[in-house]
């Protein structure tokens, strides 16, 4: 029974924090669906008003008020009288066709992330991972059946890995090292990156053989044929390619400790010496209070048997484990941690 003691105690915290959580996806949903119906790129030759939206993108006239002030509200479109123009910051990153462009990574998220989450609480009770078939919002992209599909969950991959590609190349000295191969490198796309920043550099990208097709394609779409090198392989069956350095983006958080040291000590042998290993995901913070990487590591749970995030300093020890030495952590992107470690 609720007593007025326990009403005053409620009445002096404020709940707006618990309202706005609660209501969070609905924020999500509204840039979901701009990028799906082109809001983004109907405004990119300048402002207009909501009829000219409407009749690019097949508003609804009842819907389309609500929609469109929402999209302001959120700092996604910018209103002048009746008229609305992408925000700064959509046209950084939303507007279709642009080197920038984000659009693929929300339509990614949109795509997997909603039926996955809905099973929480499912996988809280059982321990079950959820949606463990790609095409059915999985987090396996190699793994789908149907090759256009594969396309556009790499695509979205390539969207983060423009951004992610041009800080590493910022965050090492790659003028020490001749080569490098990208461990799961899917189509391609961080590896052309950093050899267009960094010429001198021989790549290689190592992936499951039924990869080949899509990085084929998309290294000749961006006119590297022969510039990156791909091999065919699983990363705990066949021989790693040596190179100066080996990246691991996104590839541990999908296994187990026992699993996660087995491959770093294959990395450890095919890294040639004096070179390095480079490490990234959304690594958790050692004392394990950022929420945002803990929701990461969750989702991990979710879409995998065995994955998670794991803390920065548990991955230094892996490493030292392997025989690296020297290893040093910093942030990337602002959402992910980049560790190094010298062989």
């Not at 065919?232 to 187990?256: E, N, Q, R, S």
């Not at 030292?320 to 990337?332: E, R, V």
Request: a negative charge; aromatic letters at 8%; glycine letters at 10%.
């Amino acid at each position: 029974m609720t007593t007025t003691d326990d009403r005053t105690t409620a009445a002096a915290v404020d709940p707006d924090p618990l309202i706005k959580l609660t209501i969070a996806d609905c924020a999500a949903k509204v840039l979901h669906s701009a990028v799906a119906l082109g809001v983004f790129g109907a405004l990119a030759d300048g402002p207009a008003d909501a009829d000219h939206v409407a009749a690019a993108t097949g508003l609804h006239e009842r819907m389309a008020p609500d929609f469109l002030d929402a999209l302001a509200g959120l700092g996604l479109l910018e209103r002048t009288g009746d008229r609305y123009g992408n925000s700064p910051l959509a046209e950084a990153y939303l507007v279709p066709g642009t080197a920038t462009y984000l659009g693929g990574f929300v339509e990614l998220t949109n795509e997997t992330l909603y039926g996955t989450w809905g099973r929480l609480t499912e996988a809280l009770t059982t321990g079950a991972p959820q949606h463990l078939d790609p095409d059915k919002g999985g987090f396996v992209g190699d793994r789908h059946k149907d090759p256009e599909k594969m396309k556009r969950f790499f695509a979205g991959l390539d969207a983060y890995s423009d951004r992610m590609g041009v800080e590493i190349a910022r965050a090492v000295d790659w003028s020490r090292h001749a080569s490098f191969t990208d461990l799961g490198g899917a189509r391609g796309n961080l590896a052309a990156v950093l050899v267009k920043e960094h010429p001198h550099l021989t790549a290689g990208v190592f992936d499951l053989e039924r990869t080949r097709p899509l990085f084929t394609e998309h290294t000749t779409r961006l006119g590297l044929d022969g510039r990156v090198a791909f091999t065919g392989g699983d990363f705990f069956t066949d021989d790693i390619p040596k190179a100066d350095v080996i990246v691991l983006g996104h590839i541990l958080h999908g296994f187990d400790t026992d699993r996660r040291r087995e491959l770093l000590n294959r990395v450890f042998a095919a890294v040639n010496p004096g070179g390095r290993v480079l490490v990234y995901d959304r690594m958790i913070d050692d004392e394990r209070r950022d929420p945002e990487r803990l929701l990461s590591s969750l989702h991990m749970r979710l879409v995998s048997q065995d994955g998670s995030e794991y803390r920065v300093g548990d991955l230094r020890t892996w490493l030292a484990g392997a025989g690296f030495a020297d290893s040093t952590a910093q942030p990337l992107l602002g959402t992910h941690t980049l560790v190094t470690a010298v062989r």
